[in-house]
């Protein structure tokens, strides 16, 4: 793997942060997780976009355009010829002593481009274990922030009963995953949580509405209930790294049969044709 730091391709190890740094001190930052397939980053503009409109969202005096990033990110890729990995890039507000206030300095873009492994083929094809958890987190959901504490704490309840996601329930309805976006399959139909403040709007849940458009899936944007969730006939989810997963068990309850539904199986299918279109 390699980093990257204000400018510098550094070694992952090599000490680069100050103590008063504010993403370290505050988590006042923002970040992205971008694939790459054949050393080219999946889907690249649209999570520069989405940077973007994080960066302008919690007010980072970003001075970096779209094409500056685009730039950087292909010559990160290039520099630690990186074939198939992740590129994490986080843009905080910079190295100022602690002080709530906004400090005037200039932001600061690190990244870390690592060699990742694809999701075991037992997970596609079995399928994985979740269970519901409150909905703990904030009300601008829609930021990818760097704080990630009511995440990374319902994520390990679910780990520690042995179920690889928490699928997160807020007033009655299902949002989504600690770190995916959830949807449910019911008589043909594919449905998952409309964009709002209340979830991140994924890039690969654009993918994965494309597919279903060409597939001719009705795909509708529609709250659930944790009912309609463990009543469901599939249940997949879906993010950056593992792409689409089915989900066969919720809160100990098999859905539908228990196996991987065909919709799901359909999806990931045209996913994969999506990846070797573009890399
Ligand atoms: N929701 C949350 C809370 C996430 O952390 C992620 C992963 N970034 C997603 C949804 C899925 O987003 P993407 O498809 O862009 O990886």
Redesign the pocket.
């Known amino acids: 793997g390699l980093g990257y730091v204000n400018g510098k391709f550094v070694s992952l190890d090599e000490l680069v942060i100050p103590i008063e740094e504010r993403g370290h001190q505050f988590g006042d930052g923002v970040y992205e ?1 971008i694939h790459c397939y054949n050393g080219k980053p999946f889907m690249l503009d649209e ?1 520069i976009e ?1 940077l973007i409109r994080s960066c302008e969202a919690i007010k980072l005096p970003i001075t970096q355009t779209f094409t500056d990033f685009q730039e950087l990110i292909l010559t990160g890729v290039e520099n630690a010829q990186l074939d198939f990995g992740k590129v994490y890039l986080q843009i905080t507000r910079g190295i100022a002593p602690r002080n709530h206030p906004f400090p005037n300095v200039p932001v600061s873009i690190t990244m870390t481009l690592t060699e990742s492994a694809p999701t075991p083929v037992e997970m596609r094809e079995q399928g994985v274990s979740a269970i519901t958890h409150e909905d703990e987190r904030w009300a601008k ?1 829609y930021i ?1 922030s760097l704080n990630l504490l009511p ?1 990374i704490l319902a994520k390990q309840v679910a780990q520690d009963q042995g179920s690889f996601e928490a699928i997160l329930v807020r007033d009655g309805s299902i949002t ?6 959830v949807y449910i399959v019911k008589n043909g139909d594919i449905i998952t949580t409309p964009l709002s403040n209340h ?2 709007a ?4 654009i993918a994965v509405k494309q597919a279903a458009k060409e597939l001719d899936i009705p795909f509708v944007e529609k709250n659930y209930s944790p009912d309609e969730l463990l009543q469901a006939d599939e249940v997949f989810m ?4 593992i792409e689409i997963l089915p989900i066969v068990t919720v809160d100990g309850q098999k859905i539908g049969n228990g196996v991987p539904g065909e919709i799901t199986n359909k999806l990931y299918s045209q996913y994969q044709v999506y990846k070797q279109n573009q890399s």
């Open positions: 997780v999570h989405r959901c990818k995440n989504e995953g600690t770190s995916s976006n979830i991140l994924g890039i690969t849940r879906s993010n950056t790294s």
